[in-house]
């Protein structure tokens, strides 16, 4: 069983259009994060999400917005999409404990040409 | 504020030999540690973890950490690396910021295991 899974894997599009990326965990876990990874591999955190309540807004551009239907889904969707946006995006879940081990999905490679 | 530090963005090292991987901190707080693992076109998974006790800390293939307070420092270290241990290591610090708990990544290291 998978436990954190992310829809797509690849995304591929042009500058401007609007994008989704899916989360799902089937951990039980009651704190979702987006992260992002850029072309030297640095990690860093977009999101946090606990319970389906926002917790962590880092500087993100509005044009990303993260949506919790339920403590097991956290998505994010994309607008006005630009080059700088080219990067690899990890969901990952944990406990609420700052103890506890971070899962992270497969990540989704964002291409915007 | 905190930050953590991975002197060396790129290790090669032939196999079979030893290899360490620096990791440094800096925290006003008492943070806990993490060693997490990304091999090629995946996403990261937990090597080991530091959150109190013995400061020698054994993870999963043979990797091990040892917590140094006085030099802020969680060096993590394998006596004898294999191919399949190619991969990027990041190392992390956990901490409560006012009244949310937050994950601070370093910048990576890249290990490449030379056959």
């Known amino acids: 069983d998978t436990a954190v899974s992310q829809t797509p894997k690849y995304l591929v599009t042009q500058m401007g259009n609007d994008k989704s990326i899916k989360c799902e965990q089937n951990?039980?876990?009651?704190?979702m994060y987006w992260y992002k990874q850029d072309s030297k591999k640095f990690l860093k955190i977009m999101f946090s999400?606990?319970?389906?309540?926002?917790?962590i807004n880092e500087t993100v551009p509005n044009r990303f917005s993260p949506k919790s239907p339920d403590k097991a889904h956290l998505n994010l969707h994309i607008n006005s999409l630009e080059l700088g946006d080219s990067a690899v995006y990890f969901c990952?879940?944990?406990?609420?404990?700052?103890?506890?081990?971070?899962?992270f999905g497969p990540g989704t490679r964002l291409t915007v040409l | 504020a905190q930050s953590v530090t991975q002197l060396d963005s790129q290790v090669p090292v032939f196999e079979e030999a030893p290899v360490e991987l620096r990791c440094n901190y800096s925290?006003?707080?008492?943070?806990?540690l993490f060693w997490y693992v990304q091999y090629p076109n995946q996403g990261l998974q937990l090597l080991l973890k530091?959150?109190?006790?013995?400061?020698l800390v054994k993870g999963i293939n043979g990797f091990e950490a040892e917590f140094n307070k006085s030099q802020t420092s969680f060096h993590l270290r394998k006596p004898s690396v294999h191919i399949s241990d190619t991969a990027e290591y990041f190392c992390?610090?956990?901490?409560?910021?006012?009244?949310?708990?937050?994950?601070?990544f370093g910048p990576g290291t890249s290990l490449s295991v030379i056959p």
């Open positions: 530091y959150l109190s006790g013995s400061t």
């Open positions: 951990l039980g876990h009651d704190t």
């Open positions: 992390a610090v956990s901490y409560r910021k006012t009244s949310y708990d937050k994950v601070i």
């Open positions: 999400y606990n319970n389906k309540e926002l917790i």
């Open positions: 925290s006003s707080v008492s943070v806990y």
């Open positions: 990952a879940s944990s406990q609420v404990s700052r103890t506890d081990t971070q899962y």
